[in-house]
């Protein structure tokens, strides 16, 4: 079974995300059925889930949303990154015992 077409078009990695104001946002990093993730260069740089039914159209590489960036901090969804310094400060170090070369 084929998957039918997005009626906007096909969404690739790498595409640039313009808000309604014509502003440009950020990039596509992930494309799923239902939703897209976008690194927002705008501001601060964070990772962005938005749902598909924002997008307004799509044209030779550039995502258009239906979205004013002050919309887009209502209904799409900022992802958290984890800190790689606070999984790390809870390892405690495992001791291993000397172990001398043994002689020839």
Do not use: W, Y
Not at 14 to 21: C, L, Q, T, W
Not at 33 to 59: C, E, S, T, W, Y
Not at 78 to 103: I, N, Q, S, Y
């Amino acid at each position: 079974m084929q998957r039918r077409p997005s009626r906007f078009g096909p969404i690739q990695f790498g595409m640039h995300v313009f808000d309604a104001h014509e502003q440009m946002l950020g990039s596509v990093v992930l494309v799923k059925k239902d939703h897209f993730v976008m690194r927002q260069n705008l501001g601060i740089d964070q990772l962005v889930m938005v749902p598909i039914v924002a997008v307004a159209g799509v044209v030779a590489g550039i995502v258009f949303l239906s979205l004013t960036p002050g919309e887009i901090e209502i209904f799409c969804k900022t992802l958290e990154r984890r800190e790689h310094g606070a999984k790390d400060a809870a390892l405690t170090p495992r001791l291993v015992p000397r172990r001398l070369p043994e002689a020839i």
